[in-house]
């Protein structure tokens, strides 16, 4: 099966980027997906890219997509403390199961 | 915005026990799914359901699990006979087409004793 790889943590200062990594392994993955995870709370989609596309941006979040590298990462632009929580990277092709990463803790230092 | 409802939020069940775990998907949407996520662990895929039967199910899904869309909106998982490991929170996900905005709900978290 599809394996995916996060860092396990990540501490930033309040103002300054995030950007959190994913490594994936099946070069046959159509979506490419980032949820949010609040202590307690369930899987929040921020934001998806498609493994045709390069780059897409939402208001502070920015995707980038290296499919040669099979490399995906999150950035956050001017991070809060609200953006304290555990954010997954998971991968799928249409139809079928996703597959998460272990989740990576980041911290924003006030 | 759309979203998935799970009920309950919390359960707790004596070992052996069955339990039924509620979704209610996103109304148009066409293909379902369970995930569990043991505590401090990834999160898991279970099943996915299309057209009213299980497309994909994964080696944790064994004859202890059920799922079912009894009418026009649920979508349960039955657990038969609940051990330890099963405790997890589980989280019920829906999309419209296989792969755009795929949803989750909060998740149910069954504490098996």
């Known amino acids: 099966g599809e394996d995916v790889e996060q860092s396990l943590f990540l501490s930033v200062r309040e103002g300054d980027s995030s950007v959190i990594n994913c490594t994936y392994t099946?070069?046959?993955?159509?979506?490419l997906y980032w949820y949010k995870q609040e202590p307690g709370a369930g899987l929040q989609l921020l934001t998806y890219?498609?493994?045709?596309?390069d780059m897409k941006q939402d208001q502070r979040l920015t995707v980038l997509l290296n499919k040669k590298d099979k490399h995906l990462s999150l950035r956050i632009a001017d991070t809060q403390t609200g953006d304290s929580a555990i954010y997954f990277c998971?991968?799928?092709?249409?139809?079928?199961?996703?597959?998460f990463g272990t989740g990576t803790s980041l911290t924003v230092i006030p | 915005e759309p979203e998935v409802t799970q009920t309950p939020s919390h359960q707790v069940t004596q070992m052996g026990q069955e339990v039924i775990l509620r979704c209610v998907p996103i109304?148009?949407?066409?293909?379902f799914y369970w995930y569990r996520q043991i505590l401090g662990q990834k999160v898991e895929f279970l099943v996915s359901?299309?057209?009213?039967?299980?497309?994909?199910k994964s080696e944790i899904f064994d004859d202890q699990f059920s799922v079912e869309r009894p009418d026009g909106s649920n979508f349960t998982l039955k657990i038969r006979s609940t051990k330890l490991e099963d405790s997890a929170m589980y989280f019920c996900?829906?999309?419209?087409?296989?792969?755009?905005?795929?949803?989750f709900g909060q998740g149910t978290r069954l504490t098996v004793v």
């Open positions: 359901f299309y057209n009213n039967e299980i497309s994909e």
């Open positions: 998971a991968v799928a092709r249409a139809g079928n199961q996703f597959y």
């Open positions: 099946d070069s046959s993955s159509t979506y």
């Open positions: 996900a829906s999309t419209l087409d296989g792969g755009t905005e795929a949803f």
């Open positions: 109304s148009n949407h066409l293909y």
């Open positions: 890219i498609f493994s045709n596309m």
